[in-house]
């Protein structure tokens, strides 16, 4: 079997889909692995690690896009590229399913079985294949290293001979697999934490890593049974506002990473709110790329409204390439190694199996699910 | 002869002295063995030099008696497989209570005229005595499981039976002791002493199997104070203080079981009738085991290598700086400590390594988990600490498990897991984990923090 | 009465060094412990072994005293047995 | 006494000289207080603020420097600004003593009385006005801050679901002041940190914060009664390179703040051990404002060689401005405090003491010691 | 008649209960007032009891001896300045050698024919009471400071002398116990009274006066001694009994006070001939007192505020975790926990705060300099963690200081002070701290992390 | 001689009584218990009250014990007292 790795062409990327050692894995598994020219590039990784580890090297993408039964990548594919898909063969990657519907429609066409990475299901049995998690994770740190380096503040307390300088301030809103990273980043640098969401359970878990859980009485909230937070009546958000606004207002760096899945994420930061706040404070909208959870938040944009910046870059996992490579390229070797038949060296979709139930959304020409 | 006597009551103090000793040195675990010894060595004093006593004349019974008792003794003690070692030592006691029955019986027997304070000690004596026998050969039987079912035997009116034979008990003793010299006060002593004997097996068999070593503890204690008491019937100094050396240590080691098991001596005695043991079993196949720090103690002070895996419960304890000691005094006695994470475990990734980070412990005791499940064979000690996912064997070995197909740490394989937590409550997956009912499990129940700060102290007070 | 006196000193003082002497034992060492002092209350020997060495005319008494010294002495040397035996199995890990 | 307190003015300082609290506590003493209209600027602070804290807030800079008694500031003045000033005023600042020989004189000439913050004594009564201290301090903290932004790898350990990530590792060279802030930063982020030093009593300092001190066997190296370290033989240094180089290898991250007093910095990191180090790695420099220890550092840039990219920024307190101005404004009004005749509400410079003895480099007219 | 006897043997051991009782109340604090009330108890119904006595014939001199002495006692007591207890107690003590002594001429006197082994005790007896009267006569001088210098007195020959005494006691001794109805045997005695007494002085002399706490207790158990051996002159069961408590538990805790001291009974007794004390004074006023883990625990327990000041030292140490633990228990007692962080402690600016929030001490808990000093008057206990310059009142006190002007923390305006450090040596100023000498300044001596961990185990051992 | 025996028994159980009865004893207590067991070994008036209570033709001897008896008063009036003045001192603060 012909596993191909195209390189990712989106300008901002920074990643790659697969490192090395993870080739390494899969030629061991008896695939053929065969990357594209420069995939590594920016993560100074040349060519020749990767043939070292047992790929091809190739700079002819279609031919490689073609010839594959399987195609690891990280971005959704180019709508021109799927054209050029193998009939039947397995392509994993992000899809945006949410808002691609004509790209899926067009793999379903291909007759590719598509896998999308947004649906790994949350369960303790998937976590290894589940990049959604492994990519907040990082973002959340980033977004604290990124806040750290903006502010004109230190995060730690520091009594000096000087006078005493008071712990940053940090909140952060939503605290799921980002939130809860970002948590522990600010705390291991000394600032003082507070954290909210809606999801009930979370309060242990913002604890448990030693920050403030700021209770705010919402009433019935609830989570799905996959984990994810369920949307906000108006009511429950208008209550939500008040109580950020108050903590916002003392905070010197505020963290959103409150998002609904399959939704627009929430507007949770108001401009009266950012009014509110402290001039060269910093706010780090972790969902802008599902929306924003910050009014005035543009897109790959640092944008200053009243002496408030508001960070709202894409790709915060691509900050740590070195790590969110490392973790994305492990979890595409345990999505493969998963199903892969060791007999016959080739891989072998369980159709029944509740992993791929959630996330192989095209396969034999259909639609599989809906969203 | 003068001298005799006096060289005997010599050999007696020392002979108390052993004994007295003895207990000190049997109260820790490094000097139990001479204890034990030292204490042997003073009953074969005490015993060669009563036969040297001017009033001894006749040997026939005496060697008999010796031979006789030694060797069955011995046989006893050594084809006792281990594991039957608590109710060897239940019967041994009713063998002792007898010996001092028979005594008082002997003395009584031999000078039927007594005065009455002496009648009234006999009368004591043949009691505890007897009550020690039956009591004794009940425990036994129940943890030998056979002859009669281990779980409580209850009855309706058993307190009311058991009040009606001690009464009946007590007049008998008023009876016998004010004129010991009647001719029908041999057959009051008999009398009482049947009742006795009966009063022993209602007051036992009521009571739990698992409760049996508190019982056989309280039975010893009465063994000495009939060895006690016979001493006052002969007057012997040194039955007097063995006996009540054994008769006070024995009540108070009976309170630290019972607080070691979280019970209290009347509970176990009295209100115990029919109570339930605290690790019931499970729908899941086997038992559960539950321990107490000063066990898990015990255990992980005698282990040179042990694992320790981390969970979720570890960051909501906010244990992590305990567990750094724990660590510590470890390795300062000489056990290899390693810590094993996880990928999943905690709420987020890397959620144990900001804990452990924190806690200052260094990067090299950290073990991956495929690095550690080869080696899991050979350690000693695998401590389990608000995990529960992570290590469910059903992932490796029930197909139908949700969990089915993750890599687990292998705790299980370990040669003895303690599993710290607070209840029986599921992870966050929300399945039974079977390691908690296999046989090599220990639990630990209880904060995490506050177990772990139990052993700390442990190993610090024992230095 | 004077001895009687005498034995009641010595007994309070055995009973205050009895509670004294056992005060924090491990649950591991309290089989052992246990058994250990089983063996110390087969002191009771002493007594069988007067009772059985009585001389002509108290036949009966002695014949009694005969099998107490049997019982006391499974006590006794079982008990210390036992005990040792399982002592023996703590043996500490040689580190 | 009228204070007065004009604007930096150099492009890259974001820092005030003095923060509204310290101007009310100067206040309190008696004095009366004039700053530049803007002087916060770059905080965030508004004219306002300075008013509300007591000041007298004037556009005329010229007028300000020629009728105060005080003059504080942070950077050294512009030759042509000391004609301005008033003859017998005290004036406070860094003075770069060492290279500004021709103020120096200037200020002499002027009759003013020039306080230069380098030579305030590292005693510990003087650490309050110890600006060298505070400053560098925080400039370690930056340091770390920038090098985890610019990284593309994460600081701490993380095992997680997609394999584990292996802590950076962090080389700090130069353990005075800044360095050690570094290392305790660093560690906090859960990088393993390793540290060098030529000063012997460091190691003891060093491992206080938990990292890894890097014996090297240099022979005799010593420090000055100030606590300064000596200057090394050209055999210690290369002895100390070879190590160095080693370390530098396995370090993801590097940071140096080796500096002898007085003297230009010592290069350290040479080109060829720049070859020897991974691709992707990072170089911190912060001893490039007297020399750097790093070849082809430049200061004020980021460059890139053979994939390391060697960050060499000017002003690194600057980059936290809101702690460094507290710090620095407290470093002044300590001084002012420590010479105030509170009775007769004036300064009242004894020139005995032991700290003006060290840092007063002109009076009466006269350059007071040399250098 | 042979009742009353039996009754006042029944209280006699009434009063040996209460002594033994007594005794384990005393040694904990909570309940030791409880237990000494006891057993002056159990002494006064002794007291009584004996007046009942019917060889008790004569009231007159009885009479007068109590009253006087009871007069003296009470005077005594009340009088005598807190400060001066010990050595009290050492004057008490040779008051009780002296009773025995006394006691043992009297039954001499009254009964000069009596058995060797009666001379021999009598003889005993004098011996070991005249001994403790003298010796504690001196120890008493020499703690008041008064009469005979404190430090050891030294001279060549010493031992010998001492030896040479002691052959001439026991040479009395065989001469006198031989025949005790010889007519020279008074002055025999007489003459070893004599000697004995300056045994007692010879013994006690050349030992340093910080020692003599020690040797009072030593004392003490000998003046038990000498009532057990005068209770064998008359055969007495209580003198026994107490006298033997008071002789062994005495030496039991002679033997707790030397660990406490760090010295061996040996050292002290013997070889501390001449040693010298382990906190001398020095060129600053004021004398060094050391204290240990438990001393410091006492006073922390007993605190309602403690401010913990932490220095460059607790970094050396690497001891912010245990101070936290520290912190946590010393809170769960209900003492109030603040850290006091000064500005320039540790090497690097903030460099407690990195400790302190590694150790995730609650920001919270921290105050500024300039917010603690105000209150440190009423601070119960300020303790000093490996901080020196950062609180050395030289800064406020002495203009010749290089630290003369730096703001300090006021740690010496607490009540009570305890520094931990490692030994005598200087900070990082280089400059020497009277803090250190104060009166109202304790010095935990060790490692800061070793001390801290002691102090928690003695907190959590407590209860 | 039988006596004799009685008092050794009695002096081998209080012996060790002695030895168990303080175990672990915080410095702070040090000097209390030191003052309470002193008052304690002033038992022996208890023999300087039979001497002194000797009659008739013992006049020596009775004076003898009646100073006895006054140095044990002291003893045990003073130590009571003095310890009891010294553990007042250590009375908790109120919670
Ligand atoms: N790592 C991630 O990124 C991530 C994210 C989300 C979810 N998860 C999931 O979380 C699970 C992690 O596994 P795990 O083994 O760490 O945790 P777990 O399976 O959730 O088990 C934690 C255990 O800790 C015990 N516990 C809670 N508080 C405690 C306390 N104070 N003291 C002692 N014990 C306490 C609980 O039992 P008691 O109540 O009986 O004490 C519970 O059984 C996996 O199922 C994983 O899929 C992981
Ligand atoms: N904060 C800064 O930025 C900075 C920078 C450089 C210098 N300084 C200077 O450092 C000093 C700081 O004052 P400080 O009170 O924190 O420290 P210090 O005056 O240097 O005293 C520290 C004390 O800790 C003790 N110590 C060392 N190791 C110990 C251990 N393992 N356990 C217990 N005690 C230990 C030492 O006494 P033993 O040896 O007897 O144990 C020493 O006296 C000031 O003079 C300050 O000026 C500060
Ligand atoms: N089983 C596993 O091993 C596993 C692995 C990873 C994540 N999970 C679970 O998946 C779930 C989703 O995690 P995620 O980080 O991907 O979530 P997400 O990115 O969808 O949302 C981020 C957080 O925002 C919160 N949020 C939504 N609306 C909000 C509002 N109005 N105000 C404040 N907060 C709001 C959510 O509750 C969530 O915690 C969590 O329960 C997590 O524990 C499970
Ligand atoms: N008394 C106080 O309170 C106080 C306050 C602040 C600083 N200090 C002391 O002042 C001294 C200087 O501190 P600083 O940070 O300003 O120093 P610095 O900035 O002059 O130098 C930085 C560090 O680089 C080191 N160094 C020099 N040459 C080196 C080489 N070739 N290789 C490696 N390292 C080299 C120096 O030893 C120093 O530690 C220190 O001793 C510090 O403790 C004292």
């Avoid at chain 1, 990767?50 to 039964?69: C, F, Q």
């Avoid at chain 1, 009594?159 to 600010?186: D, E, M, S, Y």
């Avoid at chain 3, 005060?23 to 009772?51: D, E, F, R």
Wanted: glycine share 8%; proline share 4%; hydrophobic share 50%.
């Amino acid at each position: 079997m012909q596993i191909g790795v195209p390189r990712e062409t989106h300008f901002c990327e920074t990643r790659a889909p697969i490192i090395p050692s993870d080739v390494g894995r899969l030629v061991k598994l008896g695939a053929t692995v065969v990357v594209e020219s420069g995939i590594g590039a920016r993560l100074h990784l040349s060519d020749t690690d990767y043939e070292k580890a047992g790929a091809v090297v190739t700079s002819n993408r279609r031919e490689l896009l073609s010839s594959s039964d399987i195609i690891l990548r990280l971005r959704k594919p180019d709508l021109s590229e799927v054209t050029l898909l193998k009939p039947g063969c397995l392509h994993v990657s992000y899809l945006d399913p949410f808002h691609e519907r004509a790209l899926i429609t067009a793999l379903a066409e291909q007759g590719v079985s598509a896998v999308a990475m947004e649906f790994i299901p949350r369960t303790t049995r998937a976590q290894k294949m589940d990049a959604l998690s492994s990519q907040a994770s990082l973002a959340g740190y980033a977004a604290v290293i990124l806040a750290a380096e903006r502010t004109n503040r230190v995060f730690p307390m520091m009594t000096t001979p000087a006078g005493t300088i008071n712990p940053a301030r940090v909140f952060v809103i939503g605290a799921g697999v980002a939130g809860l990273q970002a948590i522990a980043t600010a705390k291991r640098l000394g600032a003082r934490v507070d954290a909210f969401d809606t999801r009930p359970v979370v309060a242990e878990q913002v604890r448990s890593l030693g920050a403030r859980f700021v209770e705010v009485d919402l009433g019935e909230t609830g989570q799905t049974k996959e984990g994810y937070a369920q949307a906000l009546t108006e009511e429950q958000l208008r209550i939500q506002r008040e109580a950020m606004a108050r903590q916002c207002a003392i905070s010197d760096i505020v963290i959103t990473t409150a998002q609904v899945f399959g939704k627009k994420a929430p507007i949770i930061i108001t401009r009266e709110m950012i009014a509110g706040m402290r001039p060269g404070s910093i706010i780090v909208d972790l969902a802008i790329e599902t929306g924003g959870n910050t009014e005035g938040a543009q897109l790959g944009q640092e944008v200053e409204i009243n002496g408030v910046r508001i960070i709202a870059l894409e790709n915060m996992p691509g900050r740590v390439a070195a790590a969110a490579s490392q973790m994305y390229s492990a979890n595409l070797y345990n999505f493969v190694d998963e199903f892969w038949d060791r007999e016959n060296k080739r891989i072998a979709l369980n159709l029944e199996d509740d992993i791929l139930q959630a996330c192989l959304v095209t396969h034999d020409g259909k639609v599989r699910r809906d969203f | 002869m003068e001298d005799t006597r006096t060289l005997l009551d010599l050999i007696y103090i020392l002979s108390a002295i052993t004994f007295i000793l003895g207990f000190k040195l049997m109260s820790r675990p490094a000097t139990a063995r001479q204890g034990n010894l030292l204490s042997a060595l003073g009953m074969a004093a005490a015993v060669v030099a009563t036969l040297m006593f001017p009033e001894v004349v006749r040997y026939t019974y005496i060697l008999a008696g010796l031979v006789i008792g030694a060797i069955i003794g011995a046989l006893l003690a050594y084809r006792t497989p281990m594991t039957s070692m608590p109710q060897m030592v239940g019967l041994l006691n009713g063998f002792g209570g007898a010996a001092s029955l028979l005594v008082a019986w002997a003395e009584f027997v031999a000078r039927p005229e007594q005065p009455v304070y002496q009648g009234v000690i006999i009368w004591l004596t043949v009691l505890i005595g007897t009550v020690t026998l039956s009591g004794s050969l009940v425990a036994w039987a129940k943890l030998e499981e056979r002859y009669i079912p281990t779980k409580p035997v209850l009855y309706p009116g058993q307190r009311i039976v058991s009040i009606l034979v001690l009464a009946a008990i007590l007049v008998g003793g008023i009876w016998f002791a004010t004129d010991t010299a009647a001719p029908e006060a041999m057959h009051v002593l008999g009398v009482v002493t049947a009742l006795a004997f009966a009063l022993g097996i209602l007051l036992v068999i009521p009571i739990g199997g698992a409760d049996m070593p508190v019982v056989i503890s309280l039975l010893n204690s009465y063994s000495g104070i009939a060895a006690c008491a016979s001493g006052f019937i002969i007057q012997n100094k040194l039955l007097i203080v063995a006996g009540a050396l054994v008769g006070a240590s024995g009540i108070i080691l009976t309170l630290i079981m019972c607080k070691a098991m979280n019970r209290s001596v009347a509970n176990v005695v009295l209100g115990g009738f029919g109570a339930d043991t605290p690790g019931k079993a499970q729908n899941v196949a086997g038992e559960i085991k539950p321990i107490k720090p000063d066990e898990a103690y015990f255990i992980l002070e005698a282990a040179n290598s042990v694992v320790i895996v981390p969970g979720y419960g570890l960051a909501v304890s906010q244990a992590q700086h305990t567990v750094r000691e724990l660590m510590e005094v470890m390795e300062k006695n000489g056990t290899e400590v390693r810590f094993a994470i996880h990928p999943v475990a905690g709420r987020m990734p890397g959620h144990m390594n900001v804990l452990l980070a924190e806690a200052n412990i260094p990067y090299d005791a950290l073990v991956e988990m495929d690095a550690i499940n080869p080696t899991m064979d050979t350690v000693d000690v695998c401590m389990i600490i608000g995990a529960n996912d992570v290590v469910n064997p059903a992932a490796l070995e029930d197909r139908s498990s949700p969990l089915w197909g993750m890599p687990i740490i292998e705790a299980h394989r370990a040669r003895t897991v303690i599993v710290m937590k607070r209840s029986m409550s599921k992870g966050f997956a929300g399945v039974e984990n079977p390691l908690f009912f296999r046989p090599n499990t220990r639990m630990l129940f209880g904060d995490a923090k506050a177990s772990l700060q139990a052993l700390v102290s442990e190993f610090k007070n024992s230095n | 009465m004077e001895i009687l006196i005498f034995l009641l000193f010595i007994l309070v003082l055995a009973i205050f060094l009895g509670f004294e002497v056992i005060s924090k034992v491990p649950s591991l060492l309290h089989t052992p412990l246990m058994s250990g002092s089983n063996a110390i209350s087969g002191i009771t020997i002493v007594g069988a072994l007067v009772a059985a060495g009585l001389g002509e005319g108290e036949e009966a008494a002695a014949l009694i005293g005969g099998v107490a010294v049997a019982f006391a002495t499974i006590n006794v040397v079982g008990g210390y047995l036992v005990t040792d035996r399982m002592l023996n199995m703590f043996k500490k890990k040689d580190k």
